[in-house]
């Protein structure tokens, strides 16, 4: 039968960002490292990050000259071993030389794993400018740091800046986003922090469609009627055959709404998806005989089912999601 699905709320998460200071604001979530000499480092945090979103940064300055590669890095950034993992920042130097970024592996302990090393490239001093690399959390990795790396010695005064952090899950590098991102799409994005602000994950949630047309929704009642037992009294006389009709009792069961396209499916199927969802199914016709399917009607997902996307066979609605409901009034 045709309907119209309506979900509410009209979001679901689309992103999450993975380092818990994305903006720079912690010291204790960001580090120096070195090699060929200590270069004497400190670490501040600094204001007016200048073009960018953000107005603080960790500056990590090396008072004395280094022979080897220096490095500052965000430490906040839990991993799972075996994800692949997409990270980037922004950073500057001081001085003029080639640098990459770097993302470090570490376990429970905070023993180092392994690490990956991005492109190197001559780059100005001064210049702030955006890294990115994608590789695989190792085994035992629970943590990671990324970083900006001069990857050649440098003279004394070297300093390193770093901030606007993302780490995602995937290959696909996005736009850098935090907790206190601005609203500023059409329909407007919904940005927050997974725990305390500037000390946890960030969530972008993203607008879906609010009407998802499915070709055909199968089963939404058992399609049958079924009679009372119980014999009504007019004028208080029992009379056999006044009985109540009303429709089949099973008002929680497993719909499955058909879509033409992926594209409508996987914004239902997202949709669909989200925590404590409730959705309203309007109806515009019925089999012959089951006019009283023909309406309005509001539901919420069963909380011990899961809805399920499956493409079957090519034809129109092959797009199928199995959604296990219960009928409420809200």
Same mark, same amino acid.
């Given at each position: 039968?045709?309907?119209?699905?309506?979900?509410?709320?009209?979001?679901?998460?689309?992103?999450?960002?993975?380092?818990?200071? $994305?903006? !720079?604001?912690? =010291? /204790?979530?960001?580090?120096?490292?070195? &090699? +060929?000499? @200590?270069?004497? %480092? #400190?670490?501040?945090?600094?204001?007016?990050?200048?073009?960018?979103?953000?107005?603080?940064?960790?500056?990590?300055?090396?008072?004395?000259?280094?022979?080897?590669?220096?490095?500052?890095?965000?430490?906040?950034?839990?991993?799972?071993?075996?994800?692949?993992?997409?990270?980037?920042?922004?950073?500057?130097?001081?001085?003029?030389?080639?640098?990459?970024?770097?993302?470090?592996?570490?376990?429970?302990?905070?023993?180092?794993?392994?690490?990956?090393?991005? $492109?190197? !490239?001559?780059? =100005? /001093?001064?210049?702030?400018?955006?890294? &990115? +690399?994608? @590789?695989?959390? %190792? #085994?035992?990795?629970?943590?990671?740091?990324?970083?900006?790396?001069?990857?050649?010695?440098?003279?004394?005064?070297?300093?390193?800046?770093?901030?606007?952090?993302?780490?995602?899950?995937?290959?696909?590098?996005?736009?850098?986003?935090?907790?206190?991102?601005?609203?500023?799409?059409?329909?407007?994005?919904?940005?927050?922090?997974?725990?305390?602000?500037?000390?946890?994950?960030?969530?972008?949630?993203?607008?879906?469609?609010?009407?998802?047309?499915?070709?055909?929704?199968?089963?939404?009642?058992?399609?049958?009627?079924?009679?009372?037992?119980?014999?009504?009294?007019?004028?208080?006389?029992?009379?056999?055959?006044?009985?109540?009709?009303?429709?089949?009792?099973?008002?929680?069961?497993?719909?499955?709404?058909?879509?033409?396209?992926?594209?409508?499916?996987?914004?239902?199927?997202?949709?669909?998806?989200?925590?404590?969802?409730?959705?309203?199914?309007?109806?515009?016709?019925?089999?012959?005989?089951?006019?009283?399917?023909?309406?309005?009607?509001?539901?919420?997902?069963?909380?011990?089912?899961?809805?399920?996307?499956?493409?079957?066979?090519?034809?129109?609605?092959?797009?199928?999601?199995?959604?296990?409901?219960?009928?409420?009034?809200?």
């Amino acid at each position: 039968m045709d309907a119209t699905i309506t979900c509410h709320p009209f979001t679901f998460e689309a992103r999450r960002n993975l380092c818990e200071d $994305p903006a !720079a604001i912690n =010291a /204790a979530n960001y580090n120096y490292s070195s &090699s +060929g000499g @200590a270069g004497s %480092p #400190a670490l501040s945090m600094l204001n007016s990050a200048a073009g960018l979103n953000v107005v603080t940064y960790a500056n990590v300055t090396f008072t004395t000259a280094t022979s080897g590669w220096a490095a500052a890095s965000c430490d906040a950034i839990r991993v799972e071993a075996g994800t692949q993992y997409t990270m980037s920042l922004y950073g500057f130097q001081s001085l003029a030389g080639t640098s990459c970024i770097r993302i470090g592996w570490y376990d429970a302990s905070g023993t180092f794993l392994s690490e990956y090393l991005g $492109p190197v !490239a001559n780059r =100005a /001093a001064g210049v702030w400018t955006r890294l &990115s +690399g994608t @590789a695989v959390a %190792p #085994a035992g990795a629970v943590t990671a740091w990324v970083g900006y790396r001069m990857t050649a010695g440098s003279a004394a005064g070297l300093r390193i800046g770093i901030t606007q952090v993302l780490a995602e899950d995937g290959a696909v590098l996005g736009d850098w986003f935090y907790g206190d991102t601005p609203d500023t799409s059409t329909p407007p994005a919904e940005y927050s922090w997974a725990r305390a602000r500037n000390n946890s994950a960030s969530v972008k949630r993203t607008p879906s469609s609010s009407d998802l047309i499915a070709t055909k929704v199968e089963g939404p009642w058992q399609q049958e009627f079924e009679s009372s037992n119980q014999v009504h009294r007019y004028m208080d006389q029992p009379s056999s055959s006044l009985v109540t009709v009303r429709p089949g009792s099973g008002r929680a069961g497993t719909m499955v709404a058909r879509f033409d396209n992926h594209v409508d499916a996987n914004d239902a199927f997202r949709s669909l998806g989200y925590p404590h969802l409730w959705f309203e199914l309007t109806t515009t016709d019925a089999p012959v005989g089951l006019d009283w399917l023909v309406g309005l009607y509001q539901f919420i997902i069963s909380p011990d089912g899961r809805v399920a996307l499956d493409q079957q066979e090519p034809f129109n609605g092959a797009w199928a999601i199995t959604i296990p409901w219960t009928e409420v009034n809200l």
